[in-house]
């Protein structure tokens, strides 16, 4: 996912929480390009988890920008945004196939 024209960081705790917001809209009717871009953002914001690091804490955690160094929660792992992560990950698991998976 490319970052707009201009922009030099992504809020990775946002793009989480326009996910499930997009996600949870579809109970208002179907909505084929809200899941679509939803599944962008959570496909983004996944490329981003940590998954390997010195410190086992970080491991699993969402940053709250992306780059490290973005301008929310800069250099750092807020409880929130893996909260938000999960939300809208278990919100699309929820009305997926079970084998489904974000790529």
Request: glycine fraction near 10%; aromatic fraction near 10%.
């Amino acid at each position: 996912m490319r970052l707009a024209a201009g922009r030099q960081w992504s809020c990775l705790t946002g793009s989480c929480q326009i996910a499930l917001v997009c996600l949870r809209a579809r109970s208002r009717g179907p909505s084929s390009s809200g899941v679509a871009h939803a599944e962008k953002l959570l496909r983004f914001v996944t490329a981003t988890q940590t998954l390997e690091a010195p410190n086992q804490a970080l491991v699993g955690g969402i940053q709250g920008s992306y780059p490290l160094d973005g301008g929310y929660c800069q250099y750092s792992f807020p409880n929130w945004a893996t909260k938000f992560y999960a939300d809208a990950m278990m919100e699309w698991l929820s009305w997926r196939q079970p084998a489904g998976n974000i790529q």
